[in-house]
């Protein structure tokens, strides 16, 4: 089976990484977070040859899911979260969005589970809660491939913050030692914010975490 490719949009006021996973020689991608202007991107992979098959969110803050609807409306895909995180997908107020002057939210199609595989145009990935950053925060995983995308749970050198409504610092710090550390150290971590990383390099070096 041809190995998956990640390509990388940075969008939006807090540069957020928007990620769209694909397998080589295929058009078919999985999107991560489309942080705003659902409509660019969907323009942009359309023009390149890409088609959106699924649309997952590591969580609901106002900077990673802006452009969902609209990307949802284009592309005629479901909408993919963690279930641990309704309250701030669905509330203004706790995804943030209201303070940052332009109230959102978004309803999932679906909510899946921790652990739950969801398989989209052949590419399957496994849903791990990381709650911390949010409630319901997490990460998905293409075992296959050892890719991780880690949305603000993990960054090269540092975590998310936790100081937004329904954060907690312990929690975040306890999801990652126990959820994402027992992942390979050869894992390519693909965070939310800044470059990629592995999770060898943060078990050694992230200052957070030692």
Known sequence: MAELKIGRMVLGVCQTNCYFVYREGSKEVIFFDPADRGDYIYETLEKNGFRVEGILLTHGHFDHIWGSRKLRELSGVKIYAYEGEQTVCEDAGNNVSEQAGRAYTVKPDQYLKDG???????????????????????????????????????????????DFPTGSMGELIRSVKEKLFVLPDGTKVYPGHGEATTIGEEKQYNPFLQ
Request: charged fraction near 15%; hydrophobic fraction near 30%.
């Open 116 to 162: 739950e595989e969801i398989t989209i145009a052949g590419m399957t990935c496994k849903l791990i809660a990381t709650p911390g950053h949010t409630a319901g925060s997490c990460c998905y995983y293409f075992e296959e491939d050892g890719i991780l995308v880690s949305g603000d749970t993990l960054f090269q050198g540092s975590v998310g913050r936790t």
